[in-house]
T-cell receptor, first 114, second 113 residues
Framework: NAGVTQTPKFQVLKTGQSMTLQCAQD?????MSWYRQDPGMGLRLIHY???????DQGEVPNGYNVSRSTTEDFPLRLLSAAPSQTSVYFC?????????????FGSGTRLTVV | AQSVSQHNHHVILSEAASLELGCNYS??????LFWYVQYPGQHLQLLLK??????LVKGIKGFEAEFIKSKFSFNLRKPSVQWSDTAEYFC???????????FGAGTRLFVKA
């Protein structure tokens, strides 16, 4: 089925550990982004990409790295996890060539940092 | 800075009641407007969108929203809610010329059967 696939669905990390959240889409979308969802704060943009090799920072980029080597994949890296990064992370993609296109979201990754 | 405000964080309604959720954004210019819904335990899904034309847009499941440019608002409405509408609703705005979409904090709707 076409869509956005995120792995893992759940993860527990210890403070200081590193990990990569995976995101892949098979819709040939140019735009991909990472959001974190925290209670009462909605979704806040971490990083986004408008194509392979092109990334930029969103509202809350600190502590996170991204790269976009292919159109399909947009991994999010936590280099040294902190309890403040406990959150639900969503990857979303969108077409930039079809004008009135909203986001397609992945099912999310629930991350707990202890 | 660009921002999106949703007026109510929690709304409780009885079935068949009418719903209106408020959404305002920080400043004008050409905007693309969205409402997304997140059912319990699920990811966000697009409910409706406005890009241009008729400011009253209709979405899935009987929802509609009205864009009022002079008020920088894009309120979501439904004439008669059902228990299955229990979810969190997010307003989102994308300003023309940019790529980022900014989300509001969300409104949790609980519909009593």
């Amino acid at each position: 089925n076409a869509g956005v696939t995120q792995t893992p669905k759940f993860q527990v990390l210890k403070t200081g550990q590193s990990m990569t959240l995976q995101c892949a889409q098979d819709m040939n979308h140019e735009y991909m982004s990472w959001y974190r969802q925290d209670p009462g704060m909605g979704l806040r943009l971490i990083h986004y990409s408008v194509g392979a090799g092109i990334t930029d920072q969103g509202e809350v980029p600190n502590g996170y790295n991204v790269s976009r080597s292919t159109t399909e994949d947009f991994p999010l890296r936590l280099l040294s996890a902190a309890p403040s990064q406990t959150s639900v992370y969503f990857c979303a993609s969108s077409s930039l060539t079809i004008r009135d296109y909203g986001y397609t979201f992945g099912s999310g990754t629930r991350l707990t940092v202890v | 800075a660009q921002s999106v405000s949703q007026h109510n964080h929690h709304v409780i309604l009885s079935e068949a009641a009418s719903l209106e959720l408020g959404c305002n954004y920080s400043y004008g210019g050409t905007v693309n407007l969205f409402w997304y819904v997140q059912y319990p335990g699920q990811h966000l899904q697009l409910l409706l969108k406005y890009f241009s034309g008729d400011p009253l847009v209709k979405g899935i499941k009987g929802f509609e929203a009205e864009f009022i440019k002079s008020k920088f608002s894009f309120n979501l409405r439904k004439p008669s809610v059902q228990w299955s509408d229990t979810a969190e609703y997010f307003c989102a705005v994308k300003w023309a010329g940019g790529f980022k979409t900014i989300f509001g904090a969300g409104t949790r709707l609980f519909v009593k059967a």
